[in-house]
């Protein structure tokens, strides 16, 4: 029986998250998906607890997920229930090397089987809260709410998500659900700079996972080495990478690398960080390791690309993310700059249109995609009716992304439907209050509406950013001209 303080945490986060579910429901929903979770405890040989993290069962039969960095030094491991019931692992079954996961089946001596979540196929909705069942240590009654603050396309990692909560390391490997009460993600936690983040589900069916055809398990302290099962470098480095923290991201792959010099991946991620903070010596000794590993690598094409776009050599950089799809013709990231730079520099648009098309198809949940497509309906097509699908569709995956607001606010205005202009407006404003063509683009909007005063400050405080044609607006409807921060233009 769940006591009042977590019935009460419980209805205060079903009521901010703002399930579609009626409440009862959900927490109905919640209270048997909290079954499935456990804690997963590594201990030494003088059975002294050496570091907790979390897990879930995926089947009835006992099968379960968690970090497989738990594994680490380990002497034993065991599980315990949220009810206080214990279990052993019975085998391991494969370990994910870049998420840091392993799936094992658990050692279950009662006939009854366990409580297990199954992963949900819908993960695309973009929400903007989500629960995450913590270690009970790290957030009261075991629940921590989250507040999504930014979407990533990650190699080898597709979906991932960082969130503003309450979780640390003992809540890595903990079941995410959205506001459905579907299974979306699994939480890690970078010690480092205190950041909270989930990777989509997504990555429990991907071809990534090396199986162990008879890893029956063994309790000592050799067994994290014989398997060689993963450590958390490679996936703290990534997440750093795609934070643009480029220090912390070489000093993880250097750990990686320290521990395995044959793995190609560390190599090239550490070479990219290091050009970004202009160790240009050690970013071209990586690549040297890493061609002579594989010279056809999908990222070396992709990472060399990268280099020529920052060195303003479009033509070298297109040739090298056309060897990059051939290598890799899935790879989303590489396809969308192919896209842009059709246009840029042959002016191909059906070039462009269909190397959008191709990153939606082979990554359906990256809302650049759709942001680019919706873009180039606009600007080239003239198709303000796809282009709104497009928009809405990439803020739905991805609320957070850049500029998307703007764009669909400026299609509602152009449609007359000025009120949902400004409400997506004063989003795209409240994530870059410097962003003068969403102040622009509100001004008329509230011009529209009659609300003269407000449309005059959005284009007083446009035209001080330098924004040419809102000091036009200004001077011809509002009798002012602003003084401008930047000097005048």
Not at 78 to 90: C, E, K, V, W
Not at 240 to 250: C, I, P, Q, T
Not at 428 to 445: C, M, P, Q, S
Not at 457 to 465: I, P, R, S
Request: charged share 20%.
């Amino acid at each position: 029986m769940k006591s009042a303080p977590f019935k009460i945490t419980l209805c205060l986060v079903l009521l901010v998250l703002g399930a579609k579910l009626n409440a009862q429901s959900v927490m109905e929903k919640i209270t048997k998906l909290e079954k499935a979770v456990f804690t997963i405890s590594a201990y030494d040989e003088n059975e002294n607890v050496i570091a907790t993290r979390t897990g879930f069962f995926i089947s009835g039969d006992g099968i379960a997920i968690a970090p497989a960095s738990i594994f680490i030094n380990a002497d034993s491991v065991s599980l315990t229930l949220r009810n206080g019931r214990t279990y052993r692992i019975s085998h391991i079954i494969s370990s994910h090397p870049m998420a840091d996961l392993i799936l094992f089946k658990t050692l279950n001596t009662r006939e009854k089987g366990f409580d297990y979540i199954i992963p949900s196929q819908n993960t695309e909705k973009g929400d903007k809260e989500v629960l995450i069942f913590s270690d009970p240590k790290e957030a009261q009654s075991g629940l921590s709410f989250g507040v999504v603050t930014g979407v990533f396309q990650a190699p080898y990692l597709d979906r991932l998500v960082k969130v503003k909560a309450d979780f640390g390391m003992r809540s890595t490997g903990a079941p995410v659900i959205n506001s459905d009460g579907d299974l979306i993600g699994i939480a890690s936690y970078l010690e480092k700079n205190n950041a909270c983040q989930y990777i989509s589900t997504h990555v429990i069916n991907d071809t990534l996972w090396t199986h162990y055809s008879d890893a029956k398990y063994v309790e000592h302290a050799k067994l994290h080495t014989k398997l060689m099962l993963p450590a958390p470098y490679i996936l703290r480095g990534i997440s750093y990478y795609m934070y643009g923290e480029w220090v912390e991201a070489a000093k993880s792959f250097s750990l990686e690398l320290k521990r395995d010099s044959t793995h190609i991946v560390p190599y090239l991620f550490r070479a990219e960080a290091r050009r970004q903070y202009e160790n240009r010596i050690g970013m071209q000794s990586d690549y040297q390791h890493a061609k002579k590993m594989n010279p056809e690598h999908f990222l070396i094409s992709y990472f060399e690309a990268l280099d020529y776009l920052s060195a303003k050599d479009e033509n070298k950089a297109f040739i090298s993310l056309l060897a990059c799809t051939d290598r890799h013709p899935h790879f989303a990231p590489a396809l969308i700059e192919i896209g842009l730079l059709a246009i840029k520099l042959n002016k191909d648009v059906l070039i462009a249109k269909t190397y959008f098309e191709r990153a939606i198809e082979s990554a359906p949940l990256y809302a650049n995609g759709y942001y680019e497509l919706a873009r180039l309906h606009i600007q080239y097509l003239r198709d303000d009716k796809v282009a709104m699908e497009d928009i809405t569709k990439a803020i739905y995956l991805n609320a957070n992304l850049p500029g998307a607001y703007s764009i669909r606010g400026t299609l509602n205005i152009q449609a007359e439907n000025y009120l949902e202009a400004i409400n997506d407006l004063d989003k795209a404003i409240y994530v870059d209050g410097t962003d003068t063509h969403a102040l622009f683009n509100r001004g008329l909007a509230f011009y529209n509406l009659g609300m003269k005063q407000k449309s005059c400050k959005d284009w007083d405080t446009a035209g001080q950013l330098g924004h040419y044609k809102s000091i036009k607006y200004l001077s011809r409807y509002c009798n002012k001209t602003p003084i401008s921060r930047t000097g005048g233009r």
